[in-house]
């Protein structure tokens, strides 16, 4: 049984507690907007879900809610920005509007960031450009949750991958998508629910098979997208490698098994390799390749072939990446979020202490 | 039983067959070096075991051996390039040139081709970056062999992505994949031993399962990475899809279900909403975003942590993507190429065909 909360009712108290964690106004708005659109898009386990754990973090001195946002390198299609420990709500949308400006000028963008915390989802962040007929990306590096094919060891947070791509009258392809068989929060619903998860989702701490919810707590990790080795589990770790090196390591971020857990419970590595976590965004302006007139009238043509893909018979039609965050959001938009049980009381304890109305 | 040739030998072989391709001779030696790399590498499905059929294609006027290779569009960072139906084998290097040309003025240099054919393995492309301190990436369409999830027609190819990353002291992290389930590659070995294959690289012709390597001739179809919907098929056929909206709406060239297949004994769609298949390439300078010495020693500390990753009881330790293809090159470098029996006698055909000694 969920709770159902209108947008407008969630985002006045998210906004609150933004404000009682002295943001600056004018980021308020910004870091509410980029946590309300994952509840917004169905992705329950990225929005309020997660807004205590950014308030603990906040309380521990691990976010700044008040950074000094700096670029401290850069090229003319390129920027490093250095985040001053502040909320990735705010930082990711600044830098990927720097890798927007960029690709308007120099054709394409790319900003990498570093010393950033959680940024919600890359979706937000990728589908900036897509008022600016641009291509965007968006990705991160994470706590470290998978191991690499072979290993037992946590290594490599989930690591997603966002992709947007801009259309003409069909909804956008958006690809976002964690590099593990399973995302997080899938594990977490199944943790709440207590149910069992299918094969090849994670492995317990002997690298054996497991389809217990829970086996992380008890040393196991999870499996990179593909699950073992013979269906290419080895890709899954070379794309969560892909955006830890273009996330971490050239940013200047922590990298691996140095990134820093986004719960306040766990601590921080005592031998940082970087600073904080690390993104990657990018923007690509379609005028820069091809008309985008042109382009975003193929989108359409792609868009509407693949939905006609034959299907099995008796089985569902084929789902365009984002169509079914697209339909959430029009549905949430006007029908409200819902919320479980667990979420609405850990918002509403959340509330009183900060002496905030939820309900 | 293997045939093993050197790899100079090849070489001159593979040279005197582009020669009389009438092949430019400024473009012989990197058409060659660019089909050979994947010999090297130990892709033994991308290299000389293809030139047949280049060379079958080029007899039907599918391959145009003297391309008019043009800018079409560009921007400081970016470039669309058509291909003129030439080799995809030299379209690639000297579009992968363009995109490092640019990245050393402008920081990243992107590049979208239309109009190309196969373009051997995304590596060599990808690598091509490495010399220069810059990131390369490399990813081509391909015609259809795989099928969205829920769906039992073939709309994608095997659409591989390639990232390439500069190290140290340690072999670059070079990851370079199809983003199906399995290559079509091993497919191809496993009809070639006529070996069953693991349950989840393809299904039949109504969606089911199967092991059988030759149910695509028999309308079966290559499943995304991922394998079914449970295991993240999803993200397979998103990245498969950005691969091709990318390399192929991007560039202006087919899509999807319509990309050209490359085998003379099928023709292409007689309705093409593009040119040819498309590429698309990127480099990014390091020293864009970072010092490159501070980022190739953090690359190297980063491989060699990884190389550590705990592997389970009595299992191989974790390989770092690239570290295979590296240690095959040394290897066939020293000691020769291996080739399947069937290859070397298609090749001692091809040779006799075209009046070249191949032995």
């Given at each position: 049984m969920s709770v159902i909360i209108s947008h407008d009712k969630l985002k006045d108290f998210v906004l609150q507690v933004f404000t009682k964690m002295e943001v600056p106004a004018k980021d308020v708005l910004l870091a509410a907007s980029v946590l309300l659109s994952a509840d917004l898009r169905g992705i329950d386990s990225h929005g309020v879900a997660r807004l205590p754990g950014y308030v603990r973090l906040w309380r521990k001195k691990r976010i700044n809610a008040n950074p000094d946002f700096k670029i401290v390198h850069e090229m003319p299609s390129t920027a490093t920005v250095d985040?001053?420990?502040?909320?990735g709500l705010v930082i990711g949308p600044k830098a990927m509007a720097i890798a927007i400006e960029k690709a308007r000028i120099y054709g394409t963008g790319w900003v990498a960031v570093r010393n950033s915390n959680h940024f919600g989802i890359g979706a937000f962040h990728a589908m900036m450009a897509l008022e600016h007929d641009m291509i965007g990306v968006a990705m991160t590096n994470a706590s470290p949750l998978v191991a690499p094919?072979?290993?037992?060891?946590?290594?490599?947070?989930?690591n997603p991958i966002c992709y947007a791509f801009p259309s003409g009258n069909e909804d956008p392809v958006v690809v976002d998508m964690a590099t593990s068989a399973a995302a997080n929060g899938k594990l977490e619903l199944a943790q709440f629910q207590d149910k069992q998860i299918p094969e090849g989702w994670v492995q317990d701490k002997t690298g054996g098979s497991s389809t217990d919810p829970h086996i992380l707590k008890a040393g196991g990790s999870l499996l990179p997208l593909g699950s073992d080795r013979d269906h290419g589990s080895h890709k899954g770790f070379g794309l969560a490698a892909t955006v830890d090196i273009l996330s971490g390591v050239l940013s200047g971020a922590n990298y691996g098994p140095?990134?820093?857990?986004?719960?306040?419970?766990l601590e921080p590595p005592?031998?940082?390799?970087?600073?904080g976590i690390g993104h990657f965004f990018g923007a690509m302006k379609i005028d820069a390749f091809r008309p985008a007139l042109d382009f975003k009238n193929n989108m359409d043509f792609w868009i509407r072939r693949f939905k006609e893909a034959k299907p099995a018979a008796g089985g569902p039609a084929v789902i365009i990446p984002g169509q079914p965050e697209a339909m959430a959001q029009k549905d949430r938009e006007l029908n409200g979020i819902p919320l479980l049980p667990y979420v609405y009381d850990e918002l509403t304890k959340l509330g009183s202490e900060m002496g905030i109305n939820f309900k």
């Open positions: 985040g001053d420990a502040g909320l094919t072979f290993s037992i060891e946590r290594m490599l947070g989930t140095w990134v820093p857990p986004f719960v306040a419970f005592t031998n940082p390799v970087g600073l």
